[in-house]
């Protein structure tokens, strides 16, 4: 009876250990929508998942909300576009290590017939006057998402509060800039939005990009760990190994080639330092 007792004791503190490995094998990543739906943050998880052994779960929502959530300890790392609230949540001793890893530009998308006439100006802030003095159809996703956090810094660069009928907090942004950019096509008004959303949609949607390429457009995409002092218990070693592979040649070469096939250009850029350090001399 010992010996069975003490068999069936050893195959249970087994399966404990072998239960206790594989949750140690977990990466928890809080990521902002785009990288999620465009499918980079996907590729880039079962790709790590595969060479690692790692299993990675995620969860998307827009930064502001996925910083929030960050904040309890139930995730072990964050994928954002916000930089003033990323340096916020490190400042709070939430995050450590933030580290650039891709870039796109955000667009003003608007009807062809740009009833505003904003088509090929060169300043995102005077287009944004523009829009604002014409009073036409602007939706805002108003959810205080990187994306709503650059349109909100465009609109104080140009020295503009905007409201009245024509600006709209649509009630459905934290669905996300691909809801939003349809809900945009559907009332056929201006938004400002990232140029990945608009390849993905461009073949289904009649919005077209009316002004671009203005350095304050530009969309930077980073990682940022979760403090371990402040939560001992997330998956610190998991993190750091995601992060050291998200940054390095690998990759920043998948980011690269990501979307080119497709749509006839890639949805992101590389952007990490190492990356830079070799291709950007």
């Known amino acids: 009876m010992n010996f069975l007792r003490n068999s069936i004791l050893t195959v249970m503190g087994l399966a404990l250990c ?3 490995a594989q949750a140690a094998e977990t990466l928890r990543i809080s990521s902002t929508i785009g990288p999620v739906d465009a499918g980079m943050l996907p590729l880039l998880a079962d790709t790590f998942s595969q060479k690692t052994g790692i299993a990675i779960t995620i969860e998307k929502a827009g930064t502001g909300a996925t910083l929030k959530k960050a904040e309890s300890g139930n995730f072990d790392l964050v994928m954002v576009h916000a930089r003033k609230l990323e340096d916020a949540f490190c400042a709070a001793g939430f995050g450590i290590d933030r580290r650039d890893v891709m870039y796109n530009d955000f ?3 608007g009807p062809k017939a740009d009833p505003a006439g904003i088509k090929g100006m060169k300043s995102v802030t005077e287009a944004m006057a523009k829009l604002a003095a ?3 159809h602007f939706v805002s996703r108003g959810d205080k998402s990187g994306t709503h956090v650059k349109e909100m810094d465009i609109w104080a660069a140009a020295g503009i509060q905007p409201s009245g009928s024509w600006y709209e907090v649509w009630e459905g942004g934290s669905k996300g800039n691909k809801a939003t950019t349809l809900y945009a096509e559907e009332k056929q ?8 959303t608009w390849l993905t949609l461009k073949d289904t949607i009649s919005l077209v ?3 671009e390429a203005d350095p304050l457009m530009l969309n930077l995409i980073a990682v940022i760990r979760i403090n371990p002092e402040k939560f001992p218990a997330i998956h610190k070693e998991e993190a750091l190994k ?4 998200v940054v390095g040649d690998e990759a920043q070469t998948i980011i690269r ?5 497709k749509y006839g250009q890639p949805l992101f850029f590389p952007n990490s330092d190492q990356w830079n350090a070799k291709h950007k001399k």
Request: charged share 25%.
């Open 18 to 20: 072998a239960l206790s």
């Open 107 to 109: 667009v003003i998308l």
């Open 134 to 136: 014409a009073k036409v």
């Open 189 to 196: 008004a201006y938004t400002l939005m990232d140029r990945a």
């Open 209 to 211: 990009p009316l002004m």
């Open 242 to 245: 995601f992060a050291d592979w």
């Open 257 to 261: 080639d990501f979307g080119k096939d």
